[in-house]
Nanobody
């Protein structure tokens, strides 16, 4: 059974950077799109970024140019580098695996089945 564990969150000032990691155990990520999602207080969960098995990437408009997603299949880990952070980036960040292998999935929650437990990111001065 696949398990995903996020790490790297925390408190950062506006304009700062964080690097989130999503580590897999119990199965590999090689053939699947992995997505990052976030949920701000009082808001619905939304897609942030995804990376396919062939390393094609996509981003929500709100994070384009500031966030970068990457993957290391050897380490079974996907990363989200977050730069120029804004207070509106605050939320719980989740990684998830798309249901269908060898498919470039989008950022719809319904496309993903396995989810991590989430990690808090707070951007505040």
């Amino acid at each position: 059974q696949l398990q995903l564990v996020e790490s790297g969150g925390g408190l950062v000032q506006p304009g700062g950077s964080l690097r989130l990691s999503c580590a897999a155990s119990g199965d590999n990520l090689d053939y699947y799109t992995i997505g990052w999602f976030r949920q701000a207080p009082g808001k619905e969960r939304e897609g942030v970024s995804g990376i396919s098995n062939t390393a094609n990437t996509n981003y929500a408009d709100s994070v384009k140019g500031r966030f970068a997603i990457s993957r290391d299949n050897t380490e079974k880990t996907v990363y989200l580098q977050m730069n120029s952070l804004k207070p509106e980036d605050t939320g719980i960040y989740y990684c998830a695996r798309c249901q269908i292998p060898f498919r470039q999935c989008g950022l719809r929650l319904s496309e993903y089945d396995y989810w991590g437990q989430g990690i808090q990111v707070t951007v505040s001065s």
